[in-house]
Protein backbone atom coordinates (compact mmCIF):
# COMPACT_ATOMS: atom_id res chain seq x y z
CA UNK A 1 0.00 0.00 0.00
CA UNK A 2 1.60 3.10 -1.40
CA UNK A 3 1.34 6.11 1.36
CA UNK A 4 -0.90 7.97 -0.80
CA UNK A 5 -3.88 5.31 -0.58
CA UNK A 6 -6.96 6.18 1.36
CA UNK A 7 -8.44 4.58 3.91
CA UNK A 8 -12.15 4.70 5.42
CA UNK A 9 -13.17 3.15 8.46
CA UNK A 10 -16.76 2.50 8.98
CA UNK A 11 -18.01 2.75 12.80
CA UNK A 12 -16.49 3.59 15.76
CA UNK A 13 -17.11 1.30 18.51
CA UNK A 14 -14.61 -0.23 20.17
CA UNK A 15 -13.70 -2.58 16.78
CA UNK A 16 -13.44 0.69 14.35
CA UNK A 17 -11.63 2.23 17.76
CA UNK A 18 -8.94 -0.11 17.84
CA UNK A 19 -8.89 -0.65 13.98
CA UNK A 20 -8.24 3.31 13.59
CA UNK A 21 -5.34 3.63 16.20
CA UNK A 22 -3.32 0.40 15.45
CA UNK A 23 -3.48 1.31 11.54
CA UNK A 24 -2.39 5.24 12.36
CA UNK A 25 1.05 3.79 13.31
CA UNK A 26 1.87 3.37 10.09
CA UNK A 27 -0.34 4.86 7.57
CA UNK A 28 -1.56 8.40 7.30
CA UNK A 29 -4.55 9.19 5.14
CA UNK A 30 -7.52 7.75 7.13
CA UNK A 31 -10.91 8.75 7.67
CA UNK A 32 -13.18 7.53 10.34
CA UNK A 33 -17.33 7.71 9.68
CA UNK A 34 -19.81 7.55 12.53
CA UNK A 35 -23.20 8.00 11.93
CA UNK A 36 -23.48 9.15 15.81
CA UNK A 37 -22.41 12.04 17.68
CA UNK A 38 -19.62 10.61 19.62
CA UNK A 39 -17.95 7.26 19.63
CA UNK A 40 -19.13 4.25 21.35
CA UNK A 41 -23.20 4.70 20.50
CA UNK A 42 -24.12 1.36 19.87
CA UNK A 43 -22.99 -2.03 21.48
CA UNK A 44 -19.50 -0.75 23.07
CA UNK A 45 -21.29 1.51 25.53
CA UNK A 46 -23.48 -1.13 26.68
CA UNK A 47 -20.82 -3.99 27.27
CA UNK A 48 -20.00 -5.64 30.12
CA UNK A 49 -15.98 -5.09 28.92
CA UNK A 50 -14.96 -8.29 30.22
CA UNK A 51 -11.25 -9.33 28.77
CA UNK A 52 -12.15 -12.91 29.42
CA UNK A 53 -10.00 -15.47 26.79
CA UNK A 54 -10.38 -18.34 28.97
CA UNK A 55 -13.68 -19.72 27.52
CA UNK A 56 -13.35 -23.05 24.83
CA UNK A 57 -12.84 -22.14 21.23
CA UNK A 58 -11.96 -23.39 18.24
CA UNK A 59 -8.21 -24.63 17.58
CA UNK A 60 -8.27 -22.57 14.84
CA UNK A 61 -9.31 -18.85 16.69
CA UNK A 62 -7.65 -20.33 20.18
CA UNK A 63 -4.38 -18.29 19.39
CA UNK A 64 -6.33 -14.34 18.78
CA UNK A 65 -7.92 -15.33 22.74
CA UNK A 66 -4.67 -16.70 23.70
CA UNK A 67 -2.79 -13.43 22.24
CA UNK A 68 -5.72 -10.69 24.12
CA UNK A 69 -4.22 -10.60 27.49
CA UNK A 70 -0.26 -9.76 26.73
CA UNK A 71 -1.81 -7.32 24.19
CA UNK A 72 -3.53 -5.70 26.48
CA UNK A 73 -0.54 -5.18 28.44
CA UNK A 74 1.39 -3.95 25.39
CA UNK A 75 -1.62 -0.95 25.29
CA UNK A 76 -1.19 0.11 29.06
CA UNK A 77 2.24 0.25 27.99
CA UNK A 78 1.68 2.25 24.67
CA UNK A 79 -1.38 4.49 26.47
CA UNK A 80 -0.29 5.53 30.14
CA UNK A 81 -4.16 6.78 30.40
CA UNK A 82 -5.55 3.42 29.96
CA UNK A 83 -6.51 2.16 33.22
CA UNK A 84 -7.40 -2.35 32.96
CA UNK A 85 -8.78 -3.55 36.09
CA UNK A 86 -6.43 -6.51 36.70
CA UNK A 87 -7.81 -8.12 39.89
CA UNK A 88 -9.02 -11.05 37.76
CA UNK A 89 -12.94 -13.06 37.80
CA UNK A 90 -14.25 -15.43 40.15
CA UNK A 91 -16.64 -17.73 38.78
CA UNK A 92 -19.10 -20.76 39.98
CA UNK A 93 -21.74 -22.73 39.72
CA UNK A 94 -21.22 -22.40 36.16
CA UNK A 95 -19.47 -24.23 33.42
CA UNK A 96 -15.81 -22.70 33.10
CA UNK A 97 -12.60 -24.12 30.71
CA UNK A 98 -10.21 -24.66 33.68
CA UNK A 99 -7.56 -25.76 30.82
CA UNK A 100 -5.79 -22.36 31.29
CA UNK A 101 -2.27 -21.94 33.08
CA UNK A 102 -4.23 -18.64 35.26
CA UNK A 103 -7.23 -20.61 36.34
CA UNK A 104 -7.18 -21.85 39.36
CA UNK A 105 -9.59 -23.89 42.02
CA UNK A 106 -9.72 -22.31 45.82
CA UNK A 107 -11.51 -22.67 48.42
CA UNK A 108 -14.41 -20.54 49.98
CA UNK A 109 -11.94 -19.03 52.60
CA UNK A 110 -10.10 -17.60 49.77
CA UNK A 111 -13.07 -16.36 48.00
CA UNK A 112 -13.98 -14.61 51.38
CA UNK A 113 -10.38 -12.89 51.21
CA UNK A 114 -11.10 -11.54 48.07
CA UNK A 115 -15.08 -10.35 48.08
CA UNK A 116 -15.49 -9.75 51.35
CA UNK A 117 -18.63 -8.37 50.93
CA UNK A 118 -20.07 -11.73 49.82
CA UNK A 119 -23.10 -12.79 52.39
CA UNK A 120 -22.89 -16.53 51.53
CA UNK A 121 -19.67 -17.95 50.10
CA UNK A 122 -19.03 -21.31 47.79
CA UNK A 123 -17.28 -24.06 48.71
CA UNK A 124 -14.46 -23.48 46.11
CA UNK A 125 -14.46 -21.15 43.04
CA UNK A 126 -12.71 -20.73 39.79
CA UNK A 127 -10.26 -17.69 40.01
CA UNK A 128 -8.95 -16.64 36.46
CA UNK A 129 -6.52 -14.13 38.58
CA UNK A 130 -4.91 -13.05 35.13
CA UNK A 131 -8.32 -11.68 33.59
CA UNK A 132 -9.21 -8.11 33.49
CA UNK A 133 -12.08 -5.49 32.84
CA UNK A 134 -12.29 -2.10 31.25
CA UNK A 135 -14.18 0.72 31.07
CA UNK A 136 -15.34 0.57 27.37
CA UNK A 137 -16.11 4.16 26.55
CA UNK A 138 -12.72 5.38 28.18
CA UNK A 139 -11.01 2.44 26.27
CA UNK A 140 -12.41 3.62 23.02
CA UNK A 141 -12.23 7.58 23.33
CA UNK A 142 -8.06 6.78 24.24
CA UNK A 143 -7.94 4.78 21.03
CA UNK A 144 -9.49 7.59 18.96
CA UNK A 145 -7.53 10.48 20.77
CA UNK A 146 -4.42 8.34 19.83
CA UNK A 147 -5.44 7.74 16.57
CA UNK A 148 -6.70 11.69 15.69
CA UNK A 149 -3.07 12.57 17.48
CA UNK A 150 -1.46 10.52 14.41
CA UNK A 151 -3.43 12.00 11.65
CA UNK A 152 -6.52 10.56 11.69
CA UNK A 153 -9.65 12.30 10.41
CA UNK A 154 -12.52 11.52 12.37
CA UNK A 155 -16.06 12.36 11.03
CA UNK A 156 -19.00 12.03 13.26
CA UNK A 157 -22.77 12.41 12.42
CA UNK A 158 -22.18 10.84 8.70
CA UNK A 159 -24.01 7.76 8.14
CA UNK A 160 -22.67 5.93 5.70
CA UNK A 161 -25.94 5.11 2.72
CA UNK A 162 -23.52 2.83 0.21
CA UNK A 163 -20.18 1.64 -0.37
CA UNK A 164 -19.56 2.35 -4.53
CA UNK A 165 -17.43 0.18 -6.32
CA UNK A 166 -16.46 0.33 -9.99
CA UNK A 167 -15.25 -3.01 -11.82
CA UNK A 168 -15.32 -5.28 -8.48
CA UNK A 169 -12.92 -2.46 -6.93
CA UNK A 170 -14.33 0.32 -4.28
CA UNK A 171 -13.99 3.74 -4.81
CA UNK A 172 -15.70 5.15 -2.02
CA UNK A 173 -18.75 5.68 0.24
CA UNK A 174 -22.02 7.74 0.12
CA UNK A 175 -22.61 9.51 3.43
CA UNK A 176 -25.60 11.95 4.43
CA UNK A 177 -22.87 14.86 4.00
CA UNK A 178 -21.66 13.75 0.54
CA UNK A 179 -19.36 11.36 -1.04
CA UNK A 180 -15.89 10.46 0.27
CA UNK A 181 -13.34 8.70 -2.31
CA UNK A 182 -11.36 5.75 -1.02
CA UNK A 183 -9.13 3.16 -2.10
CA UNK A 184 -10.04 0.57 0.90
CA UNK A 185 -13.11 0.67 3.02
CA UNK A 186 -12.89 -1.12 6.49
CA UNK A 187 -16.66 -2.00 7.25
CA UNK A 188 -16.38 -2.15 11.66
CA UNK A 189 -19.74 -1.05 12.54
CA UNK A 190 -21.18 -4.12 13.69
CA UNK A 191 -24.89 -5.02 13.27
CA UNK A 192 -25.22 -2.46 10.64
CA UNK A 193 -22.33 -3.89 8.64
CA UNK A 194 -24.85 -6.70 6.40
CA UNK A 195 -27.29 -4.12 5.39
CA UNK A 196 -24.11 -2.29 3.68
CA UNK A 197 -22.81 -5.89 1.85
CA UNK A 198 -25.74 -6.71 0.50
CA UNK A 199 -26.34 -4.07 -2.48
CA UNK A 200 -22.79 -5.28 -3.17
CA UNK A 201 -23.85 -8.44 -3.38
CA UNK A 202 -22.12 -10.05 -0.48
CA UNK A 203 -24.21 -12.10 2.33
CA UNK A 204 -22.67 -11.31 5.67
CA UNK A 205 -23.98 -13.83 7.89
CA UNK A 206 -24.33 -11.81 11.13
CA UNK A 207 -27.44 -11.29 13.74
CA UNK A 208 -28.62 -8.86 16.19
CA UNK A 209 -27.32 -10.69 19.71
CA UNK A 210 -29.38 -8.68 22.59
CA UNK A 211 -27.97 -9.10 25.60
CA UNK A 212 -28.89 -6.40 29.15
CA UNK A 213 -26.81 -3.96 30.69
CA UNK A 214 -27.35 -2.57 34.81
CA UNK A 215 -25.63 -0.10 36.16
CA UNK A 216 -26.04 0.92 39.43
CA UNK A 217 -25.07 3.65 42.45
CA UNK A 218 -22.79 2.13 44.54
CA UNK A 219 -22.00 4.19 48.19
CA UNK A 220 -18.47 2.32 48.05
CA UNK A 221 -16.76 -0.78 46.46
CA UNK A 222 -18.58 -3.72 46.91
CA UNK A 223 -17.10 -6.43 44.49
CA UNK A 224 -13.54 -6.17 44.18
CA UNK A 225 -13.05 -9.15 41.19
CA UNK A 226 -15.47 -9.82 38.88
CA UNK A 227 -18.15 -12.44 39.83
CA UNK A 228 -19.55 -14.46 37.16
CA UNK A 229 -22.52 -17.16 38.44
CA UNK A 230 -25.34 -18.74 38.68
CA UNK A 231 -27.51 -15.93 40.30
CA UNK A 232 -25.45 -12.85 39.08
CA UNK A 233 -22.56 -11.84 37.18
CA UNK A 234 -21.37 -7.97 38.44
CA UNK A 235 -18.44 -5.75 38.61
CA UNK A 236 -17.88 -2.56 39.95
CA UNK A 237 -17.23 0.04 37.17
CA UNK A 238 -15.81 2.40 39.75
CA UNK A 239 -16.00 2.98 43.46
CA UNK A 240 -19.68 4.70 43.11
CA UNK A 241 -21.01 2.46 40.19
CA UNK A 242 -21.17 -1.39 39.67
CA UNK A 243 -22.39 -2.85 36.60
CA UNK A 244 -24.32 -6.82 36.04
CA UNK A 245 -24.97 -8.30 32.76
CA UNK A 246 -28.14 -10.56 31.89
CA UNK A 247 -29.37 -12.66 29.38
CA UNK A 248 -31.98 -10.72 27.28
CA UNK A 249 -35.17 -13.18 27.17
CA UNK A 250 -37.92 -10.67 26.03
CA UNK A 251 -38.47 -6.93 25.06
CA UNK A 252 -41.88 -6.82 27.78
CA UNK A 253 -43.44 -7.91 30.47
CA UNK A 254 -41.60 -9.91 33.36
CA UNK A 255 -39.19 -11.05 30.81
CA UNK A 256 -38.25 -7.95 29.66
CA UNK A 257 -35.55 -5.63 30.38
CA UNK A 258 -37.05 -3.42 32.63
CA UNK A 259 -38.38 -6.09 35.18
CA UNK A 260 -34.51 -8.16 34.62
CA UNK A 261 -32.87 -5.52 35.10
CA UNK A 262 -35.01 -5.17 38.53
CA UNK A 263 -34.61 -8.44 39.47
CA UNK A 264 -30.96 -8.10 38.99
CA UNK A 265 -30.94 -5.02 41.50
CA UNK A 266 -32.62 -6.75 44.31
CA UNK A 267 -30.56 -9.78 43.96
CA UNK A 268 -27.38 -7.55 44.27
CA UNK A 269 -29.30 -6.00 47.24
CA UNK A 270 -29.46 -9.61 48.95
CA UNK A 271 -26.68 -10.82 48.28
CA UNK A 272 -24.32 -8.26 49.28
CA UNK A 273 -23.36 -6.87 52.11
CA UNK A 274 -24.39 -2.91 51.79
CA UNK A 275 -26.08 -3.70 48.57
CA UNK A 276 -29.43 -2.62 50.48
CA UNK A 277 -27.70 0.90 49.60
CA UNK A 278 -27.57 0.45 45.69
CA UNK A 279 -29.86 2.13 43.72
CA UNK A 280 -30.68 1.67 39.62
CA UNK A 281 -29.08 4.30 37.42
CA UNK A 282 -29.88 2.86 33.93
CA UNK A 283 -30.86 -0.50 32.07
CA UNK A 284 -29.74 -1.20 28.38
CA UNK A 285 -29.90 -3.29 26.06
CA UNK A 286 -27.13 -3.65 23.54
CA UNK A 287 -27.50 -5.28 20.29
CA UNK A 288 -23.75 -7.53 20.20
CA UNK A 289 -22.78 -8.64 15.79
CA UNK A 290 -22.71 -12.48 16.29
CA UNK A 291 -21.38 -14.23 13.30
CA UNK A 292 -23.22 -17.62 12.88
CA UNK A 293 -20.44 -19.66 13.98
CA UNK A 294 -19.98 -17.00 16.75
CA UNK A 295 -16.05 -16.24 15.88
CA UNK A 296 -14.59 -13.28 14.14
CA UNK A 297 -15.33 -12.50 10.55
CA UNK A 298 -12.18 -10.42 9.53
CA UNK A 299 -10.41 -9.78 6.23
CA UNK A 300 -10.46 -8.33 2.65
CA UNK A 301 -13.34 -9.47 0.74
CA UNK A 302 -12.04 -12.34 -2.23
CA UNK A 303 -14.26 -10.37 -5.22
CA UNK A 304 -14.38 -6.98 -4.10
CA UNK A 305 -10.74 -5.16 -3.93
CA UNK A 306 -10.75 -2.68 -1.22
CA UNK A 307 -13.41 -4.14 1.03
CA UNK A 308 -12.35 -5.17 4.20
CA UNK A 309 -14.55 -6.60 7.18
CA UNK A 310 -14.41 -6.74 10.64
CA UNK A 311 -17.04 -8.17 12.91
CA UNK A 312 -16.24 -10.06 15.85
CA UNK A 313 -17.12 -11.08 19.66
CA UNK A 314 -16.26 -10.79 22.09
CA UNK A 315 -15.21 -7.73 20.76
CA UNK A 316 -13.84 -6.25 24.03
CA UNK A 317 -11.23 -9.16 24.25
CA UNK A 318 -10.43 -9.49 20.62
CA UNK A 319 -10.20 -5.69 19.19
CA UNK A 320 -6.94 -5.10 20.43
CA UNK A 321 -4.62 -8.57 19.43
CA UNK A 322 -7.11 -8.57 16.46
CA UNK A 323 -6.82 -4.90 15.27
CA UNK A 324 -3.19 -5.15 15.00
CA UNK A 325 -3.15 -8.10 12.53
CA UNK A 326 -5.99 -6.28 10.44
CA UNK A 327 -3.53 -3.22 9.96
CA UNK A 328 -0.61 -5.01 9.19
CA UNK A 329 -2.84 -7.29 6.71
CA UNK A 330 -4.08 -3.53 4.97
CA UNK A 331 -0.82 -1.95 4.98
CA UNK A 332 1.53 -5.23 3.63
CA UNK A 333 -1.74 -5.72 1.50
CA UNK A 334 -1.02 -9.35 2.51
CA UNK A 335 -2.99 -12.08 4.26
CA UNK A 336 -1.89 -13.27 7.42
CA UNK A 337 -1.95 -16.64 8.93
CA UNK A 338 -3.25 -16.09 12.35
CA UNK A 339 -6.58 -14.67 10.94
CA UNK A 340 -6.77 -17.44 8.16
CA UNK A 341 -9.74 -18.90 10.06
CA UNK A 342 -11.66 -15.45 10.55
CA UNK A 343 -12.41 -15.30 6.71
CA UNK A 344 -15.81 -14.75 4.98
CA UNK A 345 -15.40 -18.02 2.57
CA UNK A 346 -15.35 -20.07 5.75
CA UNK A 347 -19.39 -19.97 5.39
CA UNK A 348 -19.33 -20.29 1.67
CA UNK A 349 -17.22 -23.28 1.99
CA UNK A 350 -19.27 -24.78 4.42
CA UNK A 351 -22.31 -24.30 1.96
CA UNK A 352 -20.31 -26.23 -1.10
CA UNK A 353 -19.58 -29.23 0.67
Known sequence: MSKNQKVIIVGAGIVGASIAYNLSKVHQNITLVESHSKAGCGVTSNSFAWINPSGRVPENFQHLYNGSLAEYHVLEKEIPELKVDWNGSLSWGIP???NKSYVEKITGQQVSD???HLKEYPKEALYAFKEGAVDPNILTNLL???????????????KVTQVKKEDAKVVGIHTSKGFIESDVIVLANGTALPEL?????????????????????SSKKL???????????????SDTMLIAAEDYLDDHGENGPEEI??????????????????ELESIKVGMRPMPKDGYPIVGFHD?????????????????????RLIAKEIVDNVQIEELEGCRLSRFYKVNEI
Open 303 to 323: EVKGLYLAVMHSAITLSPVIS
Open 96 to 98: VNI
Open 197 to 217: CKPLGIEVPVESSPSIIIRMK
Open 261 to 278: GKRALETLRYDLVDGEHL
Open 223 to 237: IHTLISNSRFEARQL
Open 144 to 158: LKKAQENGVNILFDT
Open 114 to 116: LEP
